[in-house]
């Protein structure tokens, strides 16, 4: 098994840059034991930006993340402490290729508050990358309900749509289960983008533009 992990890893190595491939016979097996989670979701792909949702196993497949262009990752989870490989990666992609990263420490949990600044500080951040051209990997444990969370804030806000519409979208590219409370907290944020209709002229005069600045407008003078 051994002669393979060092098969694979010599592969890798022949096809992308120096330090941007999995060198390590243990990151190698995680790499093998973990195929169908490594490999991220695409929600959105428009004018040359693209959106994927994954597990954290995506954050760590470097052959994948090179493929795809994917040069902003969020990380949607409070500890990622139990997986070594993610923070070899991190430091790696910092260093050799400048991947720019953004956290949110939440926890999967019904305690987990989805507050407006750390909610509407990703959204803007993800629109900010994606305005300029960049590919955005978000991603939490499982790929499957903190990173779901934002995807979901962030369609709803860009595409002004409601939770049920943005959830069967996402369902569509990925099998993703938010937790409840997450989604209760969505139906809030839904509510108040509705209500947001009715400044939405006075907004559009101040942020220029519609979409996300609006919303994200809206979500500063909430503070």
Known sequence: MAGLFKWVSDSWAKQFPKGFFLND??????????????????VEDEAGTRLFIGAIYCAC?????????ITTIITCTNDTRGFPSFNNTVKRLKEN???????LT???????????????GAIKFIHKQRQGGESVLVHCVMGKSRSAALVLG???????????EALEKLKACRDVAPRESFL?????????????????????????KEGVD??????ERMK
């Open 154 to 164: 962030y369609m709803m806000a860009k595409e002004g749509i409601g939770l049920d």
């Open 184 to 208: 209760r907290q969505l139906k809030e944020l839904e509510d108040w983008l509705k209500s947001l209709k009715s400044e939405m002229q006075e907004l559009k005069e101040v942020v220029g």
């Open 25 to 42: 016979a243990a990151e190698v097996a995680i790499a093998l034991e973990n195929a169908e989670m490594a490999m991220p979701s695409l």
């Open 61 to 69: 497949n470097q052959p994948i993340i090179f493929k795809e262009k």
């Open 97 to 103: 290729l400048g991947i720019q990263y953004a956290t």
């Open 106 to 120: 939440w926890k999967d949990d019904d305690e987990q508050t989805l507050s407006k600044d750390d909610l509407g």
């Open 214 to 219: 609006v919303a994200v407008a809206g979500l």
